[in-house]
């Protein structure tokens, strides 16, 4: 399975970007995708995840700002964020965890000026 990210990009503080995630293939909705962020100097850190059935994780710093959601029948995974702040510059990445495998998408750029 490939996944491509797109969507970020340069947005001031306050503002709202919506990050999207492509699978090459169908991905089963009880499969959890989810996405991740790495910025400068730091490690990745979880994001959000979903799958069917259960409602998506947040991370704290992340809660009540960002929506993820999918479109399964689109092979499509989201992220909706909102009132971005100046922390959360990072590349972004989507992940597919298939079994005992993960699947990493490219990660796309993200920067919030303030």
């Known amino acids: 399975v490939q996944l491509q990210a797109s969507g970020g990009g340069l947005v001031q503080a306050g503002g709202s970007l919506r990050l999207s995630c492509a699978a090459s293939?169908?991905?089963?909705?009880?499969?959890?995708m989810g996405w991740y962020r790495q910025a400068p100097g730091k490690q990745r850190e979880f994001v959000a995840s979903i799958r069917s059935g259960r409602d998506p994780n947040y991370s704290d710093s992340v809660q009540g700002r960002f929506t993820i959601s999918r479109d399964n029948a689109k092979n499509m995974l989201y992220l909706q964020m909102n009132s971005l702040k100046p922390d959360d510059t990072a590349v972004y990445y989507c992940?597919?965890?298939?079994?005992?495998?993960?699947?990493w998408g490219q990660g796309t750029l993200v920067t919030v000026s303030s």
């Open positions: 293939r169908t991905i089963h909705s009880s499969l959890v």
């Open positions: 992940k597919l965890n298939y079994g005992s495998e993960n699947y």
